[in-house]
């Protein structure tokens, strides 16, 4: 099992009544058949049809989505989207980054960290927990071949660096 650091994926989060009507506006994905704490892999395009990012988006809410991506300004263009349509959201990119929980050990640890729910998380499935006294939002995810986790650190500013010390503990035994 390994832990990544993925904090580099920013979390830009479009929440409000409008949420879902605004967020198929922008995905090539249909919103609306992305259901509360479910997650999808997901294009962006611009007007002109060129790729502006491919985020994870998370559906945390049923009025509230979070797009997990790479490093770039597309809260920006979101907002700019939204100037001339008026959608009843608000835009903007939150404290919460993800580590990433992959390989043949991954769903052992994460039991460890947060308790057997973990095992019945569908992939791209989420799950709402806490680790070591943190608020955080687990997808089944991986991109290894394998099993894998993403967990999302509420707040991370001030969580970071509990949240990683309790995974390293939980890990010891798995050899992560």
């Known amino acids: 099992v390994t832990m990544w650091d993925v904090a580099v994926e920013r ?3 479009v929440k409000g009544p409008d949420a879902e009507a605004f967020s198929n506006l922008v995905l090539t994905r249909d919103a609306s058949k992305i259901e509360p704490m479910a997650a999808k ?6 007007e002109a049809g060129g790729i502006l990012n491919d985020p994870v988006v998370l559906r945390v809410r049923e009025d509230e989505f979070w797009y997990s991506l790479a490093d770039t300004d597309l809260m920006l263009w979101l907002q700019g989207v939204n100037v001339g349509r008026r959608f009843n959201v608000d835009i903007e990119e939150i404290d919460v980054s993800p580590v990433q929980i992959q390989g043949p050990r991954s769903l052992a640890l994460m039991a460890d960290l947060v308790g057997d729910a973990v095992r019945e998380i569908p992939y791209y499935g989420l799950l709402e927990a806490e680790i070591d006294g943190v608020s955080v939002v687990i997808s089944q995810s991986g991109f290894t071949g394998e099993k894998g986790y993403e967990i999302y650190v509420r707040d991370v500013s001030k969580n970071a660096e509990t949240l990683w010390y309790a995974v390293l503990a939980a890990g010891k035994k798995h050899e992560l």
């Open 11 to 13: 979390q830009i989060r």
């Open 41 to 46: 892999y997901c294009i962006l395009c611009n």
